[in-house]
């Protein structure tokens, strides 16, 4: 890290706390060094803000004339991450332990607007500004619809994303969910509506590919989290209320994550035990910040 000009994280959210300590050795040793050059730090994690996030993680570690350095010379850049990446097939694992398995989907926008210096050139990463709208479609469409599809699968009791997706009356609600979303983000950032329809075709299509072995477990895993007031679902819901539109099929995919618990999944666990005993609302409430009064409430509660 002391002499490069570009890294990425790929860790998972709630793993970047345990990096920040390292990362922020490793702004120290820049700094000692008199690294003039920018670091531009590819954040390839599922949350929106992440850069912003681990920026405060990596501060707690350091003084305030670190601090100055970190903020003048290292960029924290949000990429919009589509890529799938399965767990690796044992077979293949077997003989390399370090193999990993990806879908041929491969773009990776960038925000442009965050790096320091020259922009470096890598295959298949493509700079957008501004970059918000790139991060909420990848949110409330991609990460939306793939939960929705894992938690409605759950409750059928699919094992894997192909099945469920393969599934007439699940893929019709995970449809009309990104038809949902579309009709939000179009009108939240004045993108054409036929774009993103095209956008959730390809997603379901990429959905059922069952070389990706996904699970329905792996992607619906930590409810506490996809819950939240902002992540893929709630915050979906919330995007649709602002311009006028009623999220009837996000609300199902909602209903149906706060039925998921899976054994060894504690987060889910833990919110599936509380709506059981606290009711629908609470659990929204207290999980997703969705006020007693909101349509969510309601529409949930019917699902």
């Known amino acids: 890290m002391a002499e490069a000009d570009v890294m990425a994280t790929a860790v998972g959210v709630n793993i970047l706390k345990f990096i920040a300590a390292p990362f922020a050795a490793g702004v120290k040793r820049r700094m000692e060094k008199g690294i003039e050059a920018p670091l531009n730090v590819i954040i390839c994690e599922n949350m929106i803000g992440a850069d912003s996030y681990f920026a ?11 601090k100055a350095y970190f903020d003048s010379h290292i960029a924290l850049v949000e990429p919009s991450i589509g890529r799938m990446v399965p767990a690796t097939p044992k077979e293949i694992a077997e003989k390399n332990p370090l193999a990993v398995c990806v879908e041929p989907y491969c773009e990776l926008p960038v925000d442009k ?13 493509v700079p957008f500004a501004p970059f918000d709208f790139y991060i909420r479609r990848k949110l409330f469409m991609h990460n939306m619809s793939h939960a929705l599809v ?6 059928k009791g699919y094992t894997y994303i192909w099945e469920a997706v393969a599934d007439p009356d699940i893929r019709t609600d995970a449809i009309h969910a990104l038809s949902e ?5 179009s009108a939240e950032y004045g993108v054409p509506l036929k774009d993103l329809m095209s956008f959730s075709a390809e997603l379901i299509d990429r959905f059922g590919n069952r070389l990706l072995g996904d699970t329905v477990e792996r992607v619906g895993k930590d409810t506490k989290r996809k819950l ?6 709630v915050g979906a819901a919330n995007l649709c209320l602002k311009h006028g539109l009623i999220p009837n099929f996000i609300s199902k995919g909602i209903a149906a994550a706060l039925e998921f618990a899976p054994e060894g999944d504690g987060a889910s666990e833990e919110v599936a035990a509380f709506a059981k005993e606290h009711g ?4 929204l409430e207290k999980y997703g910040n969705v006020k007693p009064d909101s349509v969510i409430i309601r529409l949930v509660a019917g699902k």
């Open 113 to 125: 607007a965050a790096f320091r210096g020259e922009i470096p050139q890598i295959k298949n990463m």
């Open 150 to 155: 894992a938690y409605l699968g759950y409750r």
């Open 228 to 233: 939240s007031e902002n992540d893929r679902l």
């Open 56 to 66: 405060g993680l990596v501060k707690q570690n350091l003084n305030d004339a670190e």
């Open 181 to 185: 979303s579309s009709c939000a983000l």
């Open 280 to 283: 629908t609302a609470a659990a």
